[in-house]
């Protein structure tokens, strides 16, 4: 059974950069698209980036206007999401995810790590 654990949460000020990683165990994760998701308090949990098992297709959503990045690297099993010009609504819980196919809905995706908070202050 593959395991995700996120880190490189924390707090920010607005406009700063952050990098998330996340990291999976257990298994190789070459085969599968891998997901980046956030979740507020009382709010949808939203796909903010997602990457196809090469790396070759990638998944933005409309409100992150070009500010994140993903990225994955197979032979470490890892995935990443770069973080810039960080905004206070970008403050919630960030998770990682592994889906069969490159996706945006949650329920595509199988396995979910623990998340990391990002905090971003005004």
């Known amino acids: 059974q593959v395991h995700l654990v996120e880190s490189g949460g924390g707090s920010v000020q607005a406009g700063d950069s952050l990098r998330l990683s996340c990291t999976a165990s257990g298994g190789s994760v070459s085969r599968y698209a891998l997901g980046w998701f956030r979740q507020a308090p009382g709010n949808e949990r939203l796909c903010v980036g997602s990457i196809s098992p090469t790396g070759s297709s990638t998944y933005y959503p409309e409100f992150i206007q070009g500010r994140f990045t993903i990225s994955r690297n197979n032979a470490n099993n890892t995935v990443s999401l770069q973080m810039n010009r960080l905004k206070p609504e970008d403050t919630a819980i960030y998770y990682c995810?592994?889906?069969?196919?490159?996706?945006?809905?949650?329920?595509?995706?199988?396995?979910w790590g623990q998340g990391t908070q990002v905090t971003v202050s005004s």
């Open positions: 995810a592994l889906a069969n196919g490159l996706a945006s809905a949650p329920s595509r995706y199988s396995i």
